[in-house]
C-alpha cells in the first residue's frame, strides 16, 4: 500500500469518526461531549509525522482557500454545520451546571437554616419536657414517701380504732339488750293479772269439760300438766287509720346477708328488724325513724343445720323464735344471744312460726302437711293440726286472739281454735297453691291470701265461701303478704322483683322497684308509714310513704 492509499484510509476514519455519536446521558446532570478532532489539523499532524513537508505546504494553502469559501456560502446559506470550538461548548455547559448547583445551593441552604431553627426549638422543648419529668419525679418521690409516713402513721392508729370498735359494738348490744330486758322487766304485771285470772279460767274449763260429756260434738284435748292455760284476750281499739299514701319514696337499701333473705320481721316495740336467710344465720338490725339503718349488726344467732325460713319475735321482744329446713323450730333468747330451747317433732322442712299474743304458745308450720301448737312452759308439742292435703307454707295468729290461720299447697286456707285443736272455717277461691296468708290487726275479720300465680284475695273471715276482693299481682308468685297496723293498707312481695301497695278500701295499687331477684317478705313498720322489704339478692329496702 502507498503512501496516497494510507493517506486516503486515514481520511476516510477521520470522517467517519467526525460524524457526531448520540449517547445516553443522565437526566439529572449534563455531560460534555467529545468533540472528535478536526480533519485539517488530522491531516496537518499526519503530513508532518511522516515527515511530507512539501505536501503539507501545498496543502494549507489549498485547505484554506478552500475553507474561506465554504465559509462565504455558509454566511449566505445559514448551513448548521459550522464548526464550534470545543472550549465554547465546554464553558457554556459549564456555566448552566454551575446555575443549577447555585440554585440547588440556595434551596439546601434554606433547608438548612429551617432544619436549624426546627432543631433549636426541638431542643428548647427537650430541655422543658427535661424539667417537668425532674419535677414529676421528684413531686412522686414526696408522695411516696408521704404515703408511707401515712400508711405507718395508719397502722399505728388501727389497734386504737379496733378497740374503739369493739366497745362501740359491745355499747350498742348492750344497749339493745337494756332495751329489751326492760321490756321484759315490765311485763310481769301482765303475767300476774293471767295469774289471777287463770283459777277463774280453770273452773270454767272444767264446766265446759262436764258439759262436753254430754254433747257429743265437743271435742276434748289432753292436758299436760305444766301446760298453761290460754288466757282471756281483752280486745283493744285498732290503731288510728293512716293516710293513704299514693307515692313511695325509698330511703335507704343494704345488704344484710349475702345469701337470699327468706323472711324478716320487726320487733313489737323497738325499731329493731331481725332477719332470716339461707346461709342459716338469723340477724337483728337497728333502724332509724326515717328507715335509715343505724350501725352494724346488734346480734347473729347461728344454730340451724340447714337454711332458714322464717322467724318471729315474742311478744315482749325478749326472744326469737326461727324455722329452717332442719325440721327444727327454735328459741332464742336475746339477752343472752342463745338458743334455749330447740323443738323437734316435724317431719319435713318447717316453713314458719307465730306466737300467741301472750306469748305462752307458739304455732309452726312444716311441709309434713301438718301445723303444731307448741307450749313454751311445758317445752311440748299441745297440738297437731292435721287438715291440709299438702305442705302448709304459713301460719298466723289472729292479734288478741285464739284462733289460728294456715295456708296449704292445697289452694285451700283453714281457720283454726288453738285451745281445742279444731278448724273452725275453710277458705276455698285459689285456683293455685297457696303461698301465704295473714290477718288484718285492725280486727275487723278480714284476712289476705296470695298464692303462686300472684293472685291475691281479701277475705271476710265470717263469710269465707267466696273472697270480697281480689288483687292480680301475677304472673309470677306472690311470696307475703303484710296488713299495715291499721288495716288499710296491704303490701305484696312479688317474685318478679316488684314490692306493691294495695289500698284495701279503694283497690289502688302502687308498685315499689323492691329486688331484682324477687321480693321474699315485707311488713310495715309500728306506724304504717314505712314498708321493709327483703330480697332473693339479701338487700334490705325501706320506703317511706308520702
Known sequence: MNVEEECEEEMREAA??????????????????????????????????????????????????????????????????????????????????????????????????????????????????????????????????HSQQLKKHLESYEPVLRQLEDKYQAALRQKTLITLEKDRVQNPTDARLNEEKSPNLKKSSIKRSGSGNKSPTKRTVARHPKDTEFPVCSRRNPPLAQGAFQKWENTISFRAHELPISCIDLHPQELILATASDDRSWRL???????????????????????????????DGAKLATTGGDCTVRLWDLSRGRCVLSLPGHGRPTWGCSFHCRGHVLASCSADRTAKVWDLNSQRCRLTLRRHAASVSSVCFLPLSDLLLTASADKTLAEWDARLGACTASFHGHRHPCSHAAFSPAGDATLASCDTRGIVHLWDARKPALPTATVDAGPLAANQVAFSPSGKALAVAGSDGVLRVVQVDSGVTSSLSGSGDGVQSVTFDHEGESVTCAGRDGVISVWAGQ
Open 16 to 145: 467517519l469518526s467526525a460524524v457526531p455519536i448520540r449517547t445516553p446521558t443522565p437526566s439529572k446532570r449534563q455531560i460534555v461531549p467529545k468533540t472528535p478532532e478536526a480533519v485539517d489539523d488530522f491531516l496537518r499532524n499526519f503530513l508532518r509525522r511522516a515527515g511530507l513537508n512539501q505536501t503539507l505546504n501545498v496543502f494549507e494553502p489549498e485547505w484554506y482557500g478552500s475553507a474561506q469559501k465554504l465559509l462565504s456560502e455558509t454566511l449566505r446559506t445559514a448551513w448548521t454545520g459550522v464548526f464550534i470550538p470545543d472550549a465554547l461548548t465546554h464553558r457554556q455547559l459549564l456555566q448552566r451546571e454551575l446555575e443549577t448547583v447555585r440554585v440547588e445551593t440556595d434551596r439546601l441552604r434554606q433547608d438548612v437554616l429551617v432544619a436549624g431553627e426546627r432543631l433549636v426549638r426541638t431542643q428548647r422543648e427537650r430541655d422543658f419536657h427535661r424539667l417537668q419529668h425532674r419535677r414529676v419525679a421528684e413531686e412522686k418521690n414526696r408522695l411516696i414517701q
Open 285 to 315: 338490725w337497728e333502724l332509724l325513724p326515717n328507715g335509715e339503718k343505724l350501725g352494724q349488726t346488734l346480734l347473729t344467732g347461728e344454730g340451724h343445720s340447714d337454711w332458714l325460713s322464717g322467724c318471729s319475735f315474742h311478744p
